[in-house]
């Protein structure tokens, strides 16, 4: 018989079948026992009553990898109504030793650091899989999104032969002799690109050789990177920013309400439009409200973000808040100051629940400008050399963002540390699995 997954036992009742996967669990009850057995789609319950199948049972432990043909029968006390009765079981890998910690419990109980050193078999949880699942869709909806309204899904280089955005936090190769980098971002390449299809982004991992050990920071993770050209400046950006966050949470709400239960997730507040305010403003508001002057600081503390975020769920019903304007000498070489204040930039951050989510901005888009930037920075030409050849032949005013993919999941989940929303964390400390 074809093989059918656990939830499509609904639509056999009556029929013979044959699932697989693995021994979630097994319940022994004298002469018949409770079977739970896992594959991707979910739980199916088979009653064991056969002696001859109760014996092939003595030998398996949980996770041992099972198939099972039997027939599906209506049964409201099971776990999902359905089960398998009269199972023909057939051990396809069996498991001979006894698991690092079990994972057939509605909640995973286990340290982080027991659990990431055996992530290969963790991931296995129901609870996980539900996380990684919401991790894949929130890629599928952002994808989606931008694929509907003109953008060109590109791949750049990881690879890259200058250090360019900050030499100190990138992570240095050998390539055949030749000093080379891991990529901090594709900022150029995508703007780079806005020269070709005006307008692009890019789904990959990048790299920051940042010697921290902090709950919202790693050495490596997943980039959700914008870039468009012809915009008016950053509320541009801005606007479809809001837009795509709408679209990616509504994508969830649509497809995965049985993950977003599993892991009881509790969706944010997001208004149609997310409400701003100016850095300036936002220093007068701490100060006003919690009684700290940070009016001579160049950016905010991870508490401000907190003070702001519930400034805004309060005033605007949100959980997300821009903070535009930040200071010029906080932002990138490429950033677009404002015309009206040029020590301000005409870029933004993104707080979803008191986190920084994302930063972007309007960019530099005339060669001339870029090379005024360069020199009052100290940095020399020649390393951008490649980048600012797009600039020497015509740019549209363009700008863009970058939205970190682990810690979107991690603010959405309500969860801690970053390492719980990434599926094989790299930082200071941890290179394996």
């Not at 009016?295 to 005033?315: G, V």
Request: glycine share 6%; hydrophobic share 40%.
């Amino acid at each position: 018989m074809e093989r059918i997954y656990a939830r499509h036992l609904p639509s056999h009742v009556g029929e013979e079948i044959r699932i697989a996967g693995w021994m979630h669990n097994l319940r022994r009850l004298g002469k018949f026992a409770f079977l739970l057995l896992r594959d991707a789609s979910g739980i199916a319950q088979v009653i064991v009553d056969s002696p001859d199948q109760l014996k092939i049972l003595n030998d398996v432990q949980d996770e041992s990898v099972l198939a099972i043909d039997g027939k599906v029968v209506a049964e409201k006390n099971a776990p999902s109504g359905f089960e398998i009765h009269n199972p023909r079981i057939t051990v396809l890998s069996p498991v001979n030793e006894v698991v690092p910690f079990p994972i057939n419990k509605s909640v995973l109980n286990v340290n982080l650091d027991t659990f990431l050193d055996n992530a290969s078999f963790g991931l296995r949880h129901p609870q996980k899989q539900a996380t990684f699942r919401l991790s894949a869709a929130l890629m599928k909806g952002f994808r989606a999104y931008l694929s509907n309204n003109g953008f060109i899904e590109i791949t750049s280089p990881k690879i890259v032969e200058s250090a360019t955005e900050s030499g100190a936090n990138v992570f240095k190769l050998d390539y055949f002799g030749r000093n080379a980098y891991l990529a901090q971002s594709p900022q150029f390449y995508k703007q780079i690109m806005v020269g070709v299809f005006e307008r692009v982004f890019e789904v990959a991992p990048v790299f920051r050789a940042e010697p921290h050990s902090t709950t919202r920071h790693l050495n490596e993770y997943v980039s959700l990177d914008v870039e468009l050209g012809f915009v008016k400046d950053h509320t541009t950006v801005m606007a479809l920013l809001g837009e795509l966050i709408g679209a990616m949470l509504t994508h969830l709400s649509e497809h995965c309400s049985r993950e977003l239960s599993l892991v009881e997730a509790k969706m944010p507040q997001a208004p149609d439009t997310f409400p701003s305010i100016y850095f300036p403003d936002a220093q007068t508001l701490i100060l006003e409200r919690h009684g700290e002057d940070c009016s001579n600081e160049p950016d905010l503390t991870p508490q401000h973000e907190r003070w702001l975020a519930d400034w805004a769920l309060e005033t605007y019903k949100s959980d997300f808040l821009f903070v535009t304007g930040y200071p010029m000498s906080k932002r990138p070489f490429y950033t677009h100051p404002n015309p009206a204040d040029p020590r301000y930039a005409n870029g933004f951050d993104l707080l979803f629940r008191g986190l920084e989510l994302v930063t972007g901005g309007q960019r530099l888009h005339r060669y001339e400008d870029y090379e005024r930037a360069l020199r009052e920075r100290n940095l020399p030409l020649e390393p951008f050399a490649g980048y600012l050849q797009a600039f020497k032949f015509g740019m549209p005013p363009h700008g863009g963002f970058a939205i970190g993919l682990e810690r979107f999941l991690m603010q959405l989940l309500g969860t801690h540390n970053l390492r719980e929303t990434t599926l094989f964390p790299r930082d200071m400390n941890r290179l394996s699995p």
